[in-house]
């Protein structure tokens, strides 16, 4: 088989250098390719061999800078991806990313796993050729019961068989109901795994809100902190009907706090004016921006949440904040806050900053992988 070769000038030599993994489509000179096609792209003295999408702003998926990958190509990434997650012990955390995509090198590709299933996701039509060999190399490696590929369909089985209705996990110690065919995400939202654990230690005798609480999962970590109660609010009736499940499954009386199904940027505004105060109040909103035109909205409104937030603390309390939206920069994230400070006129100490854990791993070259922030500070009254 001819591979086409695409020249894409010599402005791209360092980003092709670089191992960046994408080639956006008004980067490509004309072309008569297909999707799906691999080809080999050079800019100036560098080279790299890709995938081709006729759909997205992504054109290019690049994979390899030697040649087109082979069967041992994409079982080699898939082995690296696998050691990098060889520290989990089983027993007490059992569902973490098995594949972040780009940032194992494998870019298109997500895989999950949930104790013996693996949910795996592409997210162009062009990588679906190379799933089969990702499914036999997780297959040989692990021992999964099934792995599904999870679209808009619902699951379907790519090896051995489909889950049950609910799996339950371990993380950290915790149980977690996890419905692999509807759940958000994959199921759950593997990537705050390290940053609930975190929550933990602080929240002994304390309050909390968990504002964005989905199946109460960083109200869990609380829960057994020792925090004296713990408010659950999600706009998702069966999220919070969920939540309770995993508080009883976890051996803590669901009847002893409260699950609140409500829009949290209304309730948090009338918990305001209702001078209600609470000793830690997590924030943990969905993408509030789609693309960059909206990213300045985006900003506005983690401003006026935060801040909103910050009125309802008890003086020296923590409020725990996270953004999932790409389109705003850590940088821009701890502005944000510090705005939303001067607004609410406390000083904002920040005491703890992550990402996701390293099971969502970063290529250098490759800032766009890292999406979530993840802020821990504590507000003091000013002086
Ligand atoms: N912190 C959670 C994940 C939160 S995902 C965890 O650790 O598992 C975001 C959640 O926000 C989803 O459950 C979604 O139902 C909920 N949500 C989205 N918009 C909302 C709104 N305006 N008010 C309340 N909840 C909302």
């Known amino acids: 088989m001819s591979l086409a070769t695409l020249n894409l000038g010599k402005g791209l030599e360092p980003a092709l250098l670089s191992g960046h993994p994408w080639i956006y489509r008004n980067h490509l000179p004309a072309h008569q390719l297909h999707s799906g096609d691999w080809v080999r792209v050079e800019a100036g003295k560098s080279a790299a061999f890709g995938l081709y999408d006729d759909e997205g702003a992504i054109g290019l998926r690049l994979f390899s800078q030697h040649d087109v990958p082979d069967d041992a190509w994409i079982t080699a990434r898939v082995e690296e991806a696998l050691a990098l997650r060889s520290g989990f012990d089983d027993k007490t955390t059992n569902a973490y990313r098995l594949i972040y995509g780009e940032g194992d090198f494998l870019p298109g590709i997500t895989v999950d796993r949930y104790e013996r299933y693996a949910v795996l996701k592409t997210y162009s ?29 619902g699951l379907t089985p790519l090896y051995g068989q489909k889950p049950p209705p609910e799996v339950t996990i371990a993380e950290h110690g915790l149980k977690f109901i996890a419905n692999l065919y509807e759940g958000q995400k994959t199921g759950l939202f593997l990537d705050h795994r390290e940053n609930r654990k975190w929550l933990e230690p602080h929240t002994s005798n304390r309050t909390v809100l968990n504002l964005f609480s989905y199946t109460g999962g960083f109200s869990l970590y609380a829960a057994r902190g020792g925090a004296s109660h713990v408010t659950s609010v999600d706009v998702a009736e069966a999220a919070n009907e969920d939540a309770k499940r995993n508080f009883a499954l976890n051996d803590f009386d669901p009847d002893a706090h409260d699950f609140v199904t409500a829009d949290c940027f209304d309730l948090l505004a009338r918990y305001a004016q209702q001078n209600r105060r609470f000793d830690v109040i997590v924030i943990d909103p969905p993408s509030l921006a789609r693309n960059k035109k909206s990213r300045h909205a985006a900003l506005r409104a983690y401003r006026k949440l ?12 923590l409020l725990v904040s996270a953004s999932c939206t790409s389109q705003v920069s850590p940088e821009e994230f701890r502005r944000v806050l510090g705005d939303a400070a001067s607004e609410a006129k406390v000083r904002l100490q920040i005491v703890h900053e992550a990402g996701h854990a390293s099971d969502h791993p970063v290529p250098a070259t490759f800032p766009e992988g890292r999406y979530l922030k993840f802020v821990a500070a504590r507000a003091l009254p000013l002086a």
């Open 306 to 317: 935060n801040a909103t937030a910050l009125t309802c603390l008890s003086p020296g309390g």
């Open 125 to 153: 039509a062009s990588v679906e050729r190379l799933v089969p060999t990702v499914v036999k190399a997780l297959g040989q490696q692990l021992k999964l019961r099934g792995v599904l590929s999870r679209d808009a369909s």
